[in-house]
């Protein structure tokens, strides 16, 4: 991937270099569910009607029903009915951009660079998706961190893998999961990064969406199928997958920025973090009805989906009979 056309993002709050809170809430919630690439739930703000994102909405709504009414789903003010902390707000951060002293090494500072270059691209792309909706999006801060460190959702560390945390809106990545990924998965590569920051990207987009919000009430509702392959878990991570393929087409691809081999790479990262292969992988077999992500054939085909998307409608896994 050529990254000399992506401009780098400042909204990177750098904990490697020390001086950052450790540690955290043993008795938090542990993000990723078993892939590492999982988001949180909750903490969404309300969309105003007659613009972005209605569709998925509405379809959240006929499936899952819900307290209030449609139309206050759909026309309700900024902040009202969103959870947890910052809703409706972005709440403080100390994002700087990196932190060019507190790589360990040539290849971790271009891990961080390629990181804030990617960051800055989802910036660009989401921000002119929603402005031409007619509204407003807010970029998540994205925390990296080396070890362990603090987050609302509990403590982030390299066993719970890069997530997304809506109670604050950030998102949490520990460089070191790339080596893991690559190593132990066998995805490598610098597109298979990129996938799995725009994975995580796109559980804020949902947030600010109000999916999250109203996919976590959903699972709240039906603590039975909280899990299982046809779970509303999956069908989350599912579109988190499609929303990262459509930032891919419609940027990377479009402005040159793809070199060969590229999509192969995302796909065998969509691949190395399917819930049959790291089931598989672990235990000797897989257990569908323990699934939260979604199998390997499902994460790849979604991925591809949103890379031939035009918009982000074509990624409504909710009202998807075949996942």
Not at 142 to 153: D, K
Not at 300 to 311: D, E, K, N, P, Y
Request: proline fraction near 4%.
């Amino acid at each position: 991937m050529k990254l000399d056309r992506m401009r780098r993002s400042r909204n990177i709050e750098d904990r490697r270099g020390g001086g950052r809170p450790r540690g955290g809430d043993p008795g938090g919630y542990e993000p990723g569910g078993g892939s590492g690439l999982g988001g949180g739930q909750g903490g969404g703000l309300p969309v105003r009607g007659g613009g972005l994102g209605i569709l998925i909405l509405v379809v959240l709504f006929l499936i899952f029903g819900g307290g209030g009414s449609l139309s206050g789903l759909l026309g309700g003010q900024p902040g009202a009915g969103g959870s947890g902390a910052g809703a409706g707000t972005a709440p403080a951060t100390q994002a700087s951009g990196v932190d060019t002293g507190a790589s360990a090494s040539r290849s971790e500072a271009a891990t961080a660079d390629l990181v804030a270059a990617v960051l800055g691209s989802t910036e660009d792309f989401w921000t002119g998706y929603f402005a031409r909706a007619g509204e407003t999006y807010a970029p998540p801060t994205l925390v990296m961190f080396r070890g362990r460190t603090s987050s609302p959702c509990g403590t982030a560390s390299g066993a719970t893998g890069p997530f997304y945390c809506p109670a604050d809106k950030k998102v949490y990545l520990d460089l070191s999961f790339f080596d893991e990924m690559a190593n132990s998965l066998g995805a490598s590569g610098d597109f298979a990064q990129a996938y799995v920051v725009a994975h995580e990207v796109a559980h804020h987009v949902q947030d600010q969406l109000g999916i999250l919000e109203q996919a976590h009430g959903a699972m709240s509702r039906r603590r039975d199928a909280a899990k299982g392959e046809d779970s509303v878990a999956v069908r989350l991570e599912l579109q988190a997958d499609c929303l990262a393929g459509l930032w891919a087409g419609q940027t990377v691809a479009r402005d040159g920025s793809l070199e060969p081999g590229d999509i192969e790479e995302a796909l065998g990262a969509a691949h190395a973090v399917g819930d049959d292969r790291l089931q598989q992988r672990a235990q000797g077999y897989a257990v569908p009805d323990s699934f939260t992500h979604g199998s390997s054939e499902q994460r790849m085909r979604w991925f591809t989906t949103g890379l031939q998307a035009q918009g982000i409608e074509a990624c409504d896994t909710f009202r998807a009979r075949t996942l």
